[in-house]
């Protein structure tokens, strides 16, 4: 339960510099880590920003030794998330255009 209190610190945020060094350090290989996995630029560019985001909030938290392993897990993550979503986005639309052809008025002129 320790743990859960570390989120809550100022601490686990990074100072500017720290958020630069390391945007720079990993931005280039994080991305093309996401598109390999999404096969979709918009799509890696999002998970993206999402890692690098949770980065700058929670890095701060992480031990130094472990946070290229944690930005990657985060970025997996992140990827994965929206591989879901799509996915519920696919079923969703095949699912109302199944209904819709099954709903179809029937065409009175013979």
């Not at 990827?79 to 009175?108: C, F, G, N, T």
Request: avoid cysteine; charged fraction near 25%; aromatic fraction near 8%.
């Amino acid at each position: 339960m320790g743990n859960l209190a570390l989120v809550d610190e100022p601490k686990m945020r990074l100072s500017e510099g720290q958020v630069t060094d390391l945007v720079n350090r990993y931005q280039n290989d994080l991305f093309h880590f996401l598109l390999g996995i999404l096969r979709n630029d918009s799509s890696a560019n999002d998970a993206l920003q999402n890692t690098l985001v949770k980065l700058v909030e929670q890095g701060g938290g992480v031990a130094a030794g472990s946070l290229k392993s944690w930005v990657y897990r985060v970025a997996f993550n992140e990827a994965m998330e929206i591989r879901r979503r799509y996915s519920l986005e696919a079923r969703h639309h095949e699912q109302v255009a199944i209904w819709r052809s099954a709903h179809k008025p029937l065409d009175s002129s013979d």
